[in-house]
């Protein structure tokens, strides 16, 4: 072989090792969908029941539109999301808006098996049991096999040297490669080995994995003390890269002709009573700002309204189908570009 042969070997290499890099980084971050939603529609319900339901209709409309964030605002004038801990309340105690909202949602994501280990007793809990479950493909009975499972941890595997002994929701624990702490929600590779006798060790993999294979996997749940900070403390590489804001005041347009440009981490933002525009106002690192500078596009998403205002929890349904077909557009677009 001479030397521009090599070379050229070489550069062939380099550019398949550097292609191979790039879709490995691709399949790293599939495409995501955030919605934001104001804690302070829960004070409008009038009964602990009755909150639960409106609690449970979000997590509903999350699952059934494969929503990967639910980010629960308050209208604080000051950003300071630590303050989600200061406002859960004592066991006993009932609490009101955005940490309600924040526990029921977590809850009703946790699969089942999961949710007496992670969850204490709460007064707030108290009729979850009554809501319909989410069904999510993560929710996964004893019988059933998937490529991964949610699982807790339990104790040091104590029949090896290593690993950690999981449980996954099946009638045997598994044993997993990493040595953990006790009590940690993990996600766990299943492997094909779907013998639970064998001494087969499994693999606890980052929590974004089954969405990388294409499995929706439920929804993170994250607090914002104001409508800024749910743009700004974004747990995305890159923040959110296009926003949308829904609102009566909105542009109409017609979903079929609704165009989302390709993008990475999507947000659409849902208002409280006093709309999307109020806590704009209301937030003092957002003075001077309109719709306009905080939104990519503002739509209408239900222009022929019979009634004269349009709750959140029903418009977080009736947008999600609206941006349903744009969404898909949008992603098709992203992976035919990408593949190119
Ligand atoms: C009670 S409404 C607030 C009313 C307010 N005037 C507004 O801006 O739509 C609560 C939320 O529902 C959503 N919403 C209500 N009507 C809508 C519509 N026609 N199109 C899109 N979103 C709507 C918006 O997110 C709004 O902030």
């Not at 040595?179 to 006798?197: F, H, K, W, Y």
């Amino acid at each position: 072989m001479n030397g521009r042969e090599h070379q050229s070997k070489h550069q062939k290499k380099k550019r398949k090792k550097r292609d191979e890099e790039e879709q490995e980084q691709r399949k790293e971050t599939p495409p995501t969908v955030t919605i934001a939603v104001p804690g302070s529609i829960i004070d409008n319900a009038q009964s602990l029941e009755l909150a639960t339901l409106l609690a449970g209709q979000i997590a509903r409309a999350a699952t059934v539109f494969r929503i990967d964030e639910v980010v629960v605002f308050d209208n604080k004038g000051r950003s300071s999301d630590v303050s989600e801990k200061t406002r859960v309340k004592n066991d006993d105690e009932n609490e009101e808006g955005a940490p309600f909202l924040l526990r029921i949602l977590r809850y009703l994501e946790t699969p089942q098996y999961l949710r007496r280990p992670l969850f204490p007793i709460h007064k707030n809990l108290k009729y979850v049991g009554l809501l319909p479950p989410l069904d999510a493909p993560h929710h996964l009975r004893k019988h059933e096999w998937s490529p991964f499972r949610e699982g807790i941890t339990l104790e040091r595997n104590p029949s090896n040297t290593t690993g950690t002994l999981v449980d996954v929701g099946l009638s045997k624990n598994v044993v997993v490669e990493q040595v953990l702490e006790p009590g940690i929600r993990v996600t766990v590779a299943m492997g094909t080995d779907r013998s639970l006798e064998t001494d087969c060790l499994r693999k606890v993999v980052p929590p974004m994995s089954p969405r990388e294979e294409g499995l929706y996997w439920g929804y993170k749940v994250r607090y914002a003390s104001n409508i800024s900070s749910v743009f700004k403390n974004s747990p995305f590489k890159g923040g959110y890269d296009h926003i949308i804001g829904t609102s009566e005041h909105g542009v109409k347009i017609k979903s079929s002709e609704l165009v989302i440009p390709a993008y990475r981490h999507l947000l659409i933002a849902f208002g409280g009573l006093g709309g999307l525009e109020e806590s704009i106002e209301e937030d003092s690192e957002m003075k001077g700002k309109g719709v306009n500078d905080v939104f990519h596009s503002y739509l209408n998403t239900c222009p022929l309204q019979g009634s004269r205002t349009i709750r959140t929890e029903e418009a977080i349904f009736i947008s999600l189908q609206y941006f349903q077909e744009p969404i898909n557009k949008a992603e098709q677009n992203k992976s035919l570009k990408e593949s190119r």
